[in-house]
């Protein structure tokens, strides 16, 4: 039981830190940007945690997420902590009653609810207020962004399933 | 399925969901301050993102040696020509004026504004959610750092402070379609209202709108704050004209505008904390329908009531 404990707070840390690590690099300047569009590095992690751990660590590493891209995002404190736990919630119970947990689902999920974000964000701060010329923000910047995180997250995935992996051999965890 | 909503974890959940939507209200309600949560999320990480962003920044110049060989060569060739122009017709005395300011280091425009108090400020994070180049500073309100302070470098302004945590700052640059600054023009003297617009800010450069259709403007003039709504100090240097051009409907012109500052590089700022005249609109801006965002509404209001009193 003890041993069970210490390899769930191993798991746990290095999922922590890995989530820390990433939104380090997410927000650094000039760090992994390409023509001025960065990845968004914690989403993939997340959804990737929701989909091997279930919805309760997947739900509360979403909510880690939202939080950090709230304190250094543009938006309102709160949406992005909202929608990254609601939806880690979801897919953690899509992959346990509904869908399985493989790389195609992981670029599915994360590709659905980036695009809910980034719809969410398009209505309510640029549509809304009627700007001039506002498709380019849809084609220029959220696009390419929500293509380039798609592009790291098999990476993501992959790290994840090897960690998840690792500690169920280890001890079933 | 139906067993998770009657577990405790579903409870858990809809109890941190109320919080979050609780804190997402008076997020909104309260413009400019940073919630608890991110001035703790931001105590752990902005210390870690100050040695990431110097380490990045150091590997990027390095490379950009090498990289930027071709558009180094190429500005190097614009600068002579540009040397030689100036040299030969003898520009105007704002174009010379503009030109010293812009290599004034930070004590240089203290000299030149002594009525300004600065905080230098590092960028530690560009979020790939920010857009129009908005970024986050290492200096908040332990540092004296207020809402709606001005951020500039020593070249020009770069923008203002948007939102304010305890050790942290976010800055909304004005490049950002939101922002609104009362200026005019050095040579000519025509006002104008600076603002970003999104197909401008996808070449760096920002539009001064309302301008007389009468003016004179032209290419190369350059375009200074007019510190008309106390939340700008007067002359801070915006920009140069790259192009003028008639709105559509007839009735003004609007230049296009390349900001001073290398907006969407720059790494260091200072944020001016105070100076003459700070504030002398604020009420203005409270009563505000669209509150602090739209200072353009203000600056117009402003600006009109400055041109009735000539």
Known sequence: MIRETKLRIQKMSIYGLTLLLLYILQTTPGF???????????????????????????????????ILCDTSGITIFGINSLLYMGACVCIGLLVIYYMQAS??????FTGVVLGIRELFEFFFYYVMWGYEDMRLILLKHMLPMIVLTLVVTPLLYWFVCQVHGYFRRKGNI | MSEFFQ????????????ILFALLLRASMVQGTSTVATNVVSFLTVPLQKVTASISGSVGSFFDRYLNADEVYEENQQLKEQIRVLTENQVELEQYRWENESLKKFMGLKEEHPDHEYVMASVVSRDPNSRFSSFAIDKGSLDGVEYLDPVITDDGLVGRVSEVGLTFSKVTTILDPALHVGCYNARTRDMGTLTGNIEAAEQGMCAMELVSRDSTAAKDDIIVTAGSTGLFPKDLV??????IATESDGKSMTALVQPAADIEKVTNVLVITSFRGQGSSMDALDSGEDGAEDEGNVSEAAEASDNAGE
């Open chain 1, 32 to 66: 992994l940007t390409f023509w001025g569009i960065k990845p968004l590095l914690v989403l993939p992690l997340a959804v990737s945690i929701a989909m091997m751990e279930g919805e309760l660590v997947g739900g509360l590493f979403g909510l880690a997420a939202g």
């Open chain 1, 103 to 108: 790389r195609l689902n992981s670029l599915i």
């Open chain 2, 7 to 18: 577990s405790k974890i579903f409870k858990l959940f809809v109890a941190i969901a109320v």
């Open chain 2, 238 to 243: 915006i920009g140069r004209v790259v192009s």
